[in-house]
């Protein structure tokens, strides 16, 4: 694609060396030629978005230009856009349209964004690899043998296969900035609260974030100036002033102080990964910014924290799929007419116990028929089997079971106390330093169905991203090079900051991109 960010479309359009319809048949093109193999979008609106554009451009010609004009973006499908799908990657949702626009996607439109798609992501947006999509995994544009990252790998994908020039993802462990950094592109998670989640399809609700990414921190930043602020439809979000997010991206980096925290390069960590990130430090501290080790003591209780809690919050989100008030229904029939079978086997046994004369087998029995499912209740059970995939039904079972009572002081209550351990630390760490530099994830991006199988190794790779989510403060991740010793797989470096203080973080993500 001719124009890859936003910013480049942009002053192009300003030069009318473009416009807005061949900015979108430009990512058509694209779309066309790679999205079979790499299986990016799950829906691609063509003509929507064309139509949208020829809009746009016969308003320019009257003069209107809107601060999004021409911005070509694909939104993670488990983002409400109204009359499309959101199927958020799960059978349970295969033929579901959004009855109203989410809240960002509203505002976006307002600013003149075009929207090209929605993007594969892992089912509900559990996962690390885009491999538990029902429509199937995406592919790493850099090497179709590796996974893009998840959950919004789709969206991170499109950004680096230049289908678009930026999508929105969402983050409640690090979906937004572990994709990112597998795909080489720029991804924030805002500060929890930052931008609404209204039509946000619900994973877990006190981690969600909507979020970003492009192939520049000035897109990004862009970006977030249209979307944060507060939402009367959400009463999470913050009643917090917004700032114009690109003033910031010149400042430079003299004077301000780096926290690398300990935690962060521990065992564990790829060695190419360390030395790249350890080149930029350097190269930050002769540009003028203050290094310093830093401590965040409860950061080894990160996954395990985010695991309960994200489970719990999960099991409670995901009860309203029953096939009666949202999603797949299981054929009515098909689950009446087992019921009456298995009545019949019942009552056929029962009567031959009856028969032998075999007490004990008739009072069970007995029981048994009493106590058989109704239809309403089998209607939810077959539903739910067949709607969601193994990874979901793994989560709703470690949250229900988390939840439960007798457990739920050891597991959901005990979380919920570490929690605000972890998040006093970052409170503490912020009164020392102004950003926290740490790698974004330990390895880079992994072969297909190299970790699918073992659960536990897949939710080891967040350990750097789910404790932003846990603390709510916001995280960057920006593309630092290739590895070294696999040169065609990106590294991504992380920046945290302070509750609501995007700003510094692009700022210091501008300036690592630019060393
Ligand atoms: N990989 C994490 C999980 O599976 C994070 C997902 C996310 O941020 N949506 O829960």
Same mark, same amino acid.
């Given at each position: 694609?001719?124009?890859?960010?936003?910013?480049?479309?942009?002053?192009?359009?300003?030069?009318?060396?473009?416009?807005?319809?061949?900015?979108?048949?430009?990512?058509?093109?694209?779309?066309?030629?790679?999205?079979?193999?790499?299986?990016?979008?799950?829906?691609?609106?063509?003509?929507?978005?064309?139509?949208?554009?020829?809009?746009?451009?016969?308003?320019?010609?009257?003069?209107?230009?809107?601060?999004?004009?021409?911005?070509?973006?694909?939104?993670?499908?488990?983002?409400?856009?109204?009359?499309?799908?959101?199927?958020?990657?799960?059978?349970?949702?295969?033929?579901?349209?959004?009855?109203?626009?989410?809240?960002?996607?509203?505002?976006?439109?307002?600013?003149?964004?075009?929207?090209?798609?929605?993007?594969?992501?892992?089912?509900?947006?559990?996962?690390?690899?885009?491999?538990?999509?029902?429509?199937?995994?995406?592919?790493?544009?850099?090497?179709?043998?590796?996974?893009?990252?998840?959950?919004?790998?789709?969206?991170?994908?499109?950004?680096?296969?230049?289908?678009?020039?930026?999508?929105?993802?969402?983050?409640?462990?690090?979906?937004?900035?572990?994709?990112? !950094?597998?795909?080489?592109? %720029?991804? *924030?998670?805002? $500060?929890?609260?930052? +931008?609404?989640? =209204?039509?946000?399809? /619900?994973? &877990?609700?006190?981690?969600?974030?909507?979020?970003?990414?492009?192939?520049?921190?000035?897109?990004?930043?862009?970006?977030?100036?249209?979307?944060?602020?507060?939402?009367?439809?959400?009463?999470?979000?913050?009643?917090?002033?917004?700032?114009?997010?690109?003033?910031?991206?010149?400042?430079?980096?003299?004077?301000?102080?780096?926290?690398?925290?300990?935690?962060?390069?521990?065992?564990?960590?790829?060695?190419?990964?360390?030395?790249?990130?350890?080149?930029?430090?350097?190269?930050?501290?002769?540009?003028? !910014?203050?290094?310093?080790? %830093?401590? *965040?003591?409860? $950061?080894?209780?990160? +996954?395990?924290? =985010?695991?309960?809690? /994200?489970? &719990?919050?999960?099991?409670?989100?995901?009860?309203?799929?029953?096939?009666?008030?949202?999603?797949?229904?299981?054929?009515?029939?098909?689950?009446?007419?087992?019921?009456?079978?298995?009545?019949?086997?019942?009552?056929?046994?029962?009567?031959?116990?009856?028969?032998?004369?075999?007490?004990?087998?008739?009072?069970?029995?007995?029981?048994?028929?009493?106590?058989?499912?109704?239809?309403?209740?089998?209607?939810?059970?077959?539903?739910?089997?067949?709607?969601?995939?193994?990874?979901?039904?793994?989560?709703?079972?470690?949250?229900?079971? %988390?939840?439960?009572?007798?457990?739920?002081?050891?597991?959901?209550?005990?979380?919920?106390?570490?929690?605000?351990?972890?998040?006093?630390?970052?409170?503490?760490?912020?009164?020392?330093?102004?950003?926290?530099?740490?790698?974004?994830?330990?390895?880079?991006?992994?072969?297909?169905?190299?970790?699918?199988?073992?659960?536990?190794?897949?939710?080891?790779?967040?350990?750097?991203?789910?404790?932003?989510?846990?603390?709510?403060?916001?995280?960057?991740?920006?593309?630092?090079?290739?590895?070294?010793?696999?040169?065609?797989?990106?590294?991504?470096?992380?920046?945290?900051?302070?509750?609501?203080?995007?700003?510094?973080?692009?700022?210091?993500?501008?300036?690592?991109?630019?060393?």
């Amino acid at each position: 694609m001719e124009y890859r960010t936003f910013g480049a479309a942009r002053r192009a359009l300003d030069q009318n060396e473009t416009t807005c319809e061949a900015l979108v048949s430009a990512c058509l093109d694209r779309i066309r030629a790679d999205n079979d193999r790499l299986n990016i979008f799950t829906y691609v609106d063509d003509g929507g978005a064309l139509h949208h554009a020829r809009y746009l451009d016969s308003m320019r010609e009257k003069g209107h230009e809107r601060p999004l004009t021409g911005l070509i973006l694909a939104v993670k499908d488990n983002i409400c856009i109204k009359g499309r799908q959101v199927t958020c990657g799960s059978q349970m949702l295969d033929d579901f349209e959004s009855l109203y626009d989410a809240t960002v996607i509203e505002k976006l439109r307002d600013a003149g964004a075009i929207f090209i798609g929605k993007t594969n992501c892992d089912e509900f947006a559990m996962g690390s690899s885009n491999e538990t999509s029902h429509h199937g995994p995406t592919k790493n544009p850099h090497d179709d043998a590796y996974v893009p990252g998840g959950s919004s790998g789709g969206s991170a994908a499109a950004v680096a296969a230049g289908m678009c020039h930026a999508a929105l993802g969402s983050d409640t462990g690090g979906s937004i900035r572990q994709p990112a !950094a597998f795909c080489g592109v %720029v991804g *924030l998670k805002p $500060t929890y609260g930052r +931008v609404s989640r =209204y039509g946000l399809v /619900a994973y &877990a609700s006190s981690l969600d974030v909507i979020g970003p990414m492009g192939h520049s921190v000035e897109d990004v930043a862009t970006l977030l100036n249209a979307i944060a602020g507060v939402d009367p439809n959400d009463a999470t979000s913050a009643p917090v002033e917004v700032p114009d997010y690109t003033a910031a991206l010149d400042g430079g980096v003299t004077g301000l102080r780096i926290g690398l925290p300990t935690e962060y390069f521990a065992e564990g960590l790829d060695d190419g990964i360390r030395a790249l990130i350890q080149e930029k430090v350097d190269a930050l501290e002769a540009e003028g !910014a203050e290094v310093r080790e %830093v401590s *965040l003591p409860h $950061t080894k209780y990160g +996954v395990a924290t =985010y695991y309960i809690l /994200a489970t &719990a919050e999960a099991s409670s989100n995901l009860a309203r799929y029953d096939g009666i008030r949202y999603g797949h229904r299981a054929d009515l029939q098909d689950v009446q007419r087992s019921l009456v079978e298995e009545r019949e086997t019942m009552q056929e046994a029962l009567a031959a116990a009856e028969a032998d004369g075999r007490d004990d087998r008739v009072t069970a029995l007995r029981q048994e028929i009493d106590e058989q499912e109704t239809l309403l209740n089998r209607l939810y059970t077959q539903s739910r089997t067949e709607g969601f995939g193994d990874e979901v039904k793994r989560r709703i079972m470690l949250g229900t079971y %988390v939840l439960s009572s007798g457990y739920y002081d050891a597991y959901y209550a005990k979380a919920q106390r570490v929690r605000t351990l972890i998040r006093n630390d970052f409170d503490q760490v912020f009164e020392e330093v102004d950003v926290l530099l740490t790698p974004a994830t330990p390895t880079p991006a992994f072969k297909l169905g190299e970790k699918i199988g073992d659960p536990l190794a897949m939710y080891l790779n967040d350990i750097y991203t789910v404790t932003a989510n846990l603390a709510g403060v916001p995280g960057l991740v920006v593309p630092i090079g290739t590895h070294p010793d696999a040169p065609h797989l990106p590294v991504g470096l992380q920046l945290l900051g302070r509750h609501f203080d995007e700003a510094h973080l692009l700022q210091v993500g501008d300036a690592v991109m630019n060393l």
